[in-house]
């Protein structure tokens, strides 16, 4: 209980002590916050808010899809970029006149001379005027995009007319500029189709013309039937093979006979022959059959035997150059089938090649012409963004528009007020603390143990 009256006895003091200072800034805060408040202009405030439809009108040539994608472009894109551009603070400016209006200048934010200057001196202070103004009218601009599809413009001017008349501008320079950068696009993307549109039909009709060309040379230089000309060439081969077998055992025959003719063999090997397939071949075994029937009676001398044996390497020989003969004409016959097998699979390779470059030029055909085709269907679609694009104004919904405001939004005047007193008490509590802080007097015994003195003597409280 003692400290709490001790605390109370020292707010006191503190308050006999240092009103005057708490009431003086107080009063002083007060007093300027008030001036402060009574001296600013009124400002009033001006909204438009604007809703951008969709577009629903589709072209039936164009998918369903792309072309609700293409309508549905998100004209909100870049927004705060086309209100706050150096050309749309220069388009309020001059559409308001802003430049003359000398109440600007009343407000302290603008104090360049636009009359004593000259020549360049003169443009340079007009240049910094417009900057300056170029900053003020972007600071009274205030944009919010309440959706995917709409948006709000306010504007902060000393007068209500201009106020709305500025918000009005701003919303119609907005639409009018994305429209026509939209529009721009979109022609120069028509443009662009159809450039490519034309060159690829130029392509085209260059890849058909040759097409048709080199189908028309094909069909005069190349045989077509290719399954005809492999049934020959399977014959030719079929006959070949077989020619190749006898030839075979032609050359086993001849090696035998050309031994026996020699001498390297005798003439008992001719029974591993078939004489029925030999040319002479009767003679020669009737010849064989005497010979056998006297060589088995008499001895090789004898006269006969003689005789029979070369009676029967005569024939020997005279078969050898039968069937060398023979031999001669089956390789005749060999060669001739091998150059018309030669032929046949040149002719065959020549018209698979005619083939593969045909069918290699109609592919090169086919991709020139589904790649005209896509780029109509892109025309198209070009063609109705841009005729979408041209209607899109109407999209522009102005839900809620602006009005000449009766009561000033700026500044708030009974706000200022408070805030000012409760500054004023603010700094006052604080300029007192200091000053206590700062006072070295003495008023108590604790506050002789601060600065290290003896005690002379007391004096006691009186009542």
Not at 100 to 124: Q, T
Not at 246 to 275: H, M, W, Y
Not at 284 to 310: G, H, I, Q
Not at 425 to 444: S, W
């Amino acid at each position: 209980m003692h400290q709490v009256q001790l605390a109370v006895s020292e707010i006191k003091g503190f308050w006999k002590r240092r009103k005057k200072v708490l009431i003086l800034c107080t009063l002083l805060i007060t007093i300027l916050s008030v001036a402060i408040a009574w001296k600013l202009p009124d400002k009033y405030s001006s909204s438009i808010s604007i809703l951008v439809q969709k577009e629903e009108t589709l072209n039936p040539m164009v998918r369903f899809n792309l072309a609700v994608s293409l309508a549905s472009e998100d004209r909100l894109k870049s927004f705060n970029e086309i209100i706050y551009s150096r050309s749309t603070m220069n388009m309020i400016i001059d559409s308001l006149g802003l430049m003359n209006d000398k109440e600007i200048d009343d407000e302290g934010l603008l104090s360049f001379n636009l009359v004593g200057g000259k020549g360049s001196e003169a443009n340079e202070n007009s240049g910094l005027r417009r900057d300056k103004l170029i900053e003020k009218v972007r600071g009274s601009i205030h944009t919010s995009l309440k959706a995917s599809d709409s948006f709000s413009i306010t504007y902060l001017d000393t007068k209500p007319e201009r106020a709305k008349k500025a918000v009005q501008l701003l919303a119609d320079h907005f639409i009018k500029t994305k429209l026509q950068l939209e529009n721009e696009r979109n022609t120069q993307t028509v443009d662009f189709f159809q450039t490519k549109l034309e060159e690829l039909r130029e392509t085209v009709e260059a890849r058909e013309t040759e097409l048709m060309s080199k189908i028309g040379n094909d069909a005069q230089t190349t045989p077509r039937e290719n399954s005809g000309l492999q049934r020959n060439l399977d014959e030719v081969e079929t006959d070949l093979h077989e020619l190749n077998l006898r030839i075979q055992k032609l050359q086993n025959r001849l090696q035998l006979v050309t031994e026996i003719s020699n001498g390297d063999r005798g003439i008992e090997a001719l029974d591993q022959l078939n004489t029925s397939e030999l040319p002479s071949g009767e003679e020669l075994n009737s010849l064989m059959s005497d010979y056998k029937e006297y060589a088995n009676r008499y001895t090789s001398e004898f006269p006969k035997v003689k005789e029979l044996k070369e009676q029967v390497f005569g024939m020997t020989n005279q078969i050898k150059s039968e069937l060398e003969a023979i031999m001669f004409e089956m390789k005749a016959q060999k060669s001739f089938l091998e150059n018309q097998q030669r032929v046949l699979a040149e002719k065959i390779e020549e018209t698979i090649l005619a083939e593969q470059r045909t069918n290699q030029s109609k592919t090169d055909f086919d991709i020139y012409r589904t790649l005209y085709d896509e780029m109509k269907v892109k025309l198209e679609q070009a063609k109705t963004t841009r005729d979408l694009g041209q209607k899109a104004k109407n999209q522009f919904v102005v839900i809620d528009p602006p009005i000449i405001p009766q009561k000033p939004a700026k500044p708030n005047r009974v706000l200022l007020a408070g805030g000012g007193i409760f500054l004023g008490l603010f700094l006052g509590v604080v300029a007192a603390a200091i000053a206590e802080f700062l006072d070295t007097t003495v008023r108590r015994p604790s506050d002789i143990k601060h600065f290290n003195k003896p005690v002379v003597a007391f004096i006691p409280e009186t009542n």
